[in-house]
């Protein structure tokens, strides 16, 4: 089964950037991929999605902040995330949508 493994999580300070990235174990060119947002005490929310074809979805709280992108041939995906609020504290998980498969999830503390 192919396995996801999310890297590029750390503190930064209110209005800084990060930038995320998850690897996979296989080829993922024909998954839609998405990042999902774990604030402490809340449940797991969709943050952005990428189709194999590219078109892209973001839930309203990011956009115009957060960009996702994905490299078949690397088989990566990243989630750019600029003007970074303190609600955007917590975990960020990598997904592959048609498999229902979850990275392990990255740390991301916006604080001063």
């Known amino acids: 089964q192919v396995r996801l493994v999310e890297s590029g999580g750390g503190l930064v300070q209110p209005g800084g950037s990060l930038t995320l990235s998850c690897a996979a174990s296989e080829n993922i060119n024909v998954y839609t991929m998405a990042w999902y947002h774990q604030a402490p005490g809340k449940r797991r929310d969709l943050v952005a999605a990428i189709e194999s074809g590219g078109r892209t979805k973001y839930e309203d709280p990011v956009k115009g902040r957060f960009t996702i992108s994905r490299d078949n041939a690397e088989k990566t995906v990243h989630l750019q995330m600029n003007s970074l609020k303190p609600e955007d504290t917590g975990v960020y998980y990598c997904?592959?949508?048609?498999?229902?498969?979850w990275g392990q999830g990255t740390q991301v503390t916006v604080s001063s």
């Open positions: 997904m592959i949508l048609n498999l229902g498969v």
